[in-house]
């Protein structure tokens, strides 16, 4: 068994009351933080630590905090980035729902790091629901004065709000998030000035992910030094793994980072192995964005190691054999799946949740769509699959924010690595959904 | 100003006149204002939309996106110019219930479409369309982080996950049997994680 730092507690009944996460050492790192530790200190265990961004880019958290501006007079803040909307994710939905004071926590040390007074947990609108469950644990926070004045009989005082979003995956973006928390349409911002100096309301902010503000409680409270000696190299600490598709056991999943990726696969602890005793085809490792890669690849790096749950394993080989750990959304598909059509379903997510700036990316996730829908309808040509080919490399770095890669870089890998069937399609005039049955038997189930 | 903002709606003034909210939603609206600090009053704006499109019958209509620019002084433009641009916020009228079936990656996997297939013939209506006593709208979405309990459709504030036809049939049965609006406010909500 993998060690468990965020969620080792989601099985206790009640765990999302504050009385029995307090029993079971809740809200302990903000008391060892107020109480005997300063700001600079807090922030120094989370450098130590090596926490990279867990919300997909993977970005060192210490390194984000030590940017914020600290001008004189100024406020600052602490937003949190619950628009969990990257496919195939969905592990903040489950920690938010399960154990919310785990986040709150967090907030509190994090912003005691900071200096931030107030904070905000943005969470998309669809999960209304459990920004209900988040608000009532705030609630529960503030009355036992842990959030308010001078928490702690300390200085410090601390104030943290709910927003919910309208429904769009672009305010998963940092500077889109801060545009629609403050009441505007979600269109990405031009960096520089990055959020660290003027976020939200022009103020210096620092946006995290709610794992990542989570992971900052073991940290607080065993030390950035320990913490760092799980996993490999720079790939520290734990991780939450949303696993999803044609596999036994769907479910979030901590994960040590570094334990092979055909243990997590394939052993009853994690996935429990393919459905319907089927062979795999494919594996997203890191929600829709990250590139696909084929069953050999995803085992085994192009140099025959056996490749790792982790940044710089699963990411070896560049996009050429390689892929990304992203959000940890990790799908997995099996024999019976057409890469195309899978495809196409990534296409027409980015296609309609393009926020429209950009022409690249407005235009050509259209275009791609358009192209792939064809190929579902036998009229596509062999020479689409280089079309699309030359689209997808007309849109990567020609926008301003990185949903024009996220888009680009599915289609890029799935031809890559899989153009075989783009071409059969093409030659054939013909799309036969062959995992249609197997699919209507779980329905049916 | 109604008419020529909200594009092809026609503006009501008397409907305008009519449109205020309830007591228990203006507290909620305030309690929302109060968390921004006073001169960024217009960062409120999304989730008072929410609690306008669950007060004035499950859509924003341009009399109802007025009435926010009213409490939150703002510009009707600056609450269209929102609206329009998130997915959840409906500017023109839908059903009692909105279906929002998954249709993403691990949906699509676990038979997204045949969900959608057989909703579509049990209340034999098509995707974006509303069933003719106004009780259901279909519609489909994009990941809505139900892929570990794929496939789903979500309905207000509830999630349905792992749906199977029969789940799909009892939802309905249920649904039309209670004959109320469901909105994403919606405290009573059901999930099944």
């Known amino acids: 068994m993998g060690r468990k730092l965020l969620i080792h507690n989601d099985k206790v009944p009640n765990i999302h009351t504050l009385e029995v996460y307090r029993a079971h050492g809740g809200y302990a790192s903000v008391e060892k933080a107020l109480k005997n530790m300063t700001p600079d200190q807090v922030t120094d265990e989370v450098k130590k630590s090596g926490l990279r961004g867990r919300g997909g880019a993977g970005f060192p958290t210490g390194l984000k905090w030590s940017f914020l501006a600290k001008p004189e007079g100024v406020p600052r803040y602490l937003v949190c980035n619950a628009d969990e909307s990257e496919p195939g994710t969905f592990k903040d939905r489950y920690l938010m729902e399960v154990i919310p004071h785990a986040l709150i926590e967090g907030m509190i040390t994090s912003s005691y790091a900071l200096g931030a007074k ?220 057409s890469i195309v059509k899978n495809l196409f379903t990534f296409t027409r997510f980015y296609h309609h949740e393009s926020c429209g700036q950009c022409s690249p990316c407005r235009e050509g996730t259209g275009w791609m769509e358009k192209i792939l829908k064809k190929f579902l309808n036998g009229t596509a040509n062999e020479s689409d699959v280089e079309l699309l080919w030359d689209i997808q490399s007309k849109i990567e770095g020609k926008t301003i924010c990185p949903l024009g890669e996220a888009a680009a870089w599915p289609v890029a890998a799935a031809i890559r690595h899989f153009k075989h069937e783009f071409l059969e399609i093409a030659r054939n005039k013909k799309f036969v959904d062959v995992s249609h049955y197997n699919r209507l038997n779980k329905v049916t189930a | 100003m109604g008419a020529e903002v909200h594009g ?115 209340l034999n209506i098509k995707v974006g369309e509303t069933t003719r006593d106004g009780m259901f709208t279909l519609k489909t979405a994009e990941c809505l982080g139900s892929c570990g309990t794929a496939p789903m459709l979500q309905c207000g504030a509830s999630f349905h996950e792992n749906l199977t036809y029969d789940k799909v049939d009892k939802l309905i049965e249920k649904y039309r049997s209670e004959n109320r609006l469901r909105s994403y406010t919606d405290k009573d909500y059901q999930n099944t994680l």
Not at chain 1, 169 to 196: H, W
Not at chain 1, 227 to 255: D, F, Q
Not at chain 1, 288 to 317: C, F, H, N
Not at chain 2, 101 to 110: E, H, K, P, R
């Open chain 2, 8 to 122: 092809t709606q026609s503006f009501d003034k008397k409907k305008r006149a009519e449109i205020k909210f309830s007591d228990a939603a203006m507290a909620e609206v305030k309690e929302i204002i109060s968390h921004y600090p006073p001169e960024r009053i217009k960062s409120a704006l999304l989730p008072v939309l929410h609690i306008a499109q669950a007060e004035f019958g499950g859509w924003l209509s341009p009399e109802t996106m007025d009435y926010v620019a009213e409490v939150l002084r703002i510009k009707p433009i600056e609450v269209f110019e929102v609206a329009s641009f998130y997915t959840m916020f409906h500017l023109k009228p839908v059903g009692k219930c909105t279906f929002e079936v998954c249709q993403t990656s691990s949906c699509w996997l676990n038979g997204a479409e045949d969900i959608v297939k057989y909703i579509e013939k049990k």
């Open chain 1, 118 to 337: 107030a904070s905000y947990i943005y969470i998309r609108g669809e999960y209304f629901y459990v920004a209900r469950i988040v608000e009532a644990a705030i609630k529960e926070a503030y009355a036992a004065g842990w959030l308010g004045k001078n928490i702690l009989g300390t200085d410090f005082s601390h104030d943290c709000y709910v927003q919910v979003g309208g429904g769009a995956y672009i305010c998963g973006e940092e500077t889109a998030l801060l545009e629609s928390l403050e009441g505007k349409r979600g269109n990405p911002r031009i960096k520089p000035p990055f959020p660290a100096v003027a976020g939200l309301w022009g103020c210096p902010t620092v946006v995290n992910n709610v794992e990542t503000i989570a992971a900052v409680c073991p940290i607080v409270m065993m030390g950035g030094e320990e913490y760092a000696k799980i996993g490999i190299g720079k790939s520290t600490g734990t991780k939450l793994i949303s696993a999803s598709g044609h596999i036994n056991k769907p479910g979030v999943y901590e994960i040590e980072l570094g334990i092979p990726v055909e243990e997590f696969i394939y052993s009853e602890e994690y996935c429990g192995g393919i459905r319907n005793g089927k062979k795999m085809k494919a594996v997203v490792a890191g929600g829709s964005s990250v590139p696909i890669l084929p069953t050999e690849l995803i085992l085994k790096t192009a140099k025959g190691e056996p490749r790792l749950m982790t940044y710089e394993s699963l990411g070896d080989g560049g996009f050429q054999t390689g892929t990304m750990l992203g959000s940890g959304g990790f799908i997995v598909m099996d024999e019976d799946t």
